[in-house]
Nanobody
Framework: QVQLVESGGGLVQPGGSLRLSCAASGSIFSIKAMGWYRQAPGKERELVAAITSGGSTNYADSVKGRFTISRDNAKNTVYLQMNSLKPEDTAVYYC????????????????WGQGTQVTVSS
């Protein structure tokens, strides 16, 4: 069993900052890519940022220069630092990880967190 637990969401004013965290736990052999997605009401889930095990990053155009993704491999944790937040950043943010587990055999699966609400409003 693998769990992703997110924290750090909340209500913030436009221009403010928030830091999201996502910790993976369970029968983990190794973690490959980790990332953050978001889903606003009435919209499809979209990739916000992703980071490989080697530290290469990828961002949605809408967040480049404002958001920073990082990870602590020793803690199996990924972070999303969000600065200069805008009302259009309001969404439920989901953590995602591609994880290799060993049960009866080696498996590589995608896992999702439960989501954390980020609301940007004055």
């Amino acid at each position: 069993q693998v769990q992703l637990v997110e924290s750090g969401g909340g209500l913030v004013q436009p221009g403010g900052s928030l830091r999201l965290s996502c910790a993976a736990s369970g029968s983990i052999f190794s973690i490959k890519a980790m990332g953050w997605y978001r889903q606003a009401p009435g919209k499809e889930r979209e990739l916000v940022a992703a980071i490989t095990s080697g530290g290469s990053t990828n961002y949605a155009d809408s967040v480049k220069g404002r958001f920073t993704i990082s990870r602590d491999n020793a803690k199996n944790t990924v972070y999303l630092q969000m600065n200069s937040l805008k009302p259009e950043d309001t969404a439920v943010y989901y953590c995602n990880a591609r994880i290799i587990v060993i049960v009866t055999r080696i498996e590589e699966n995608d896992y999702w967190g439960q989501g954390t609400q980020v609301t940007v409003s004055s």
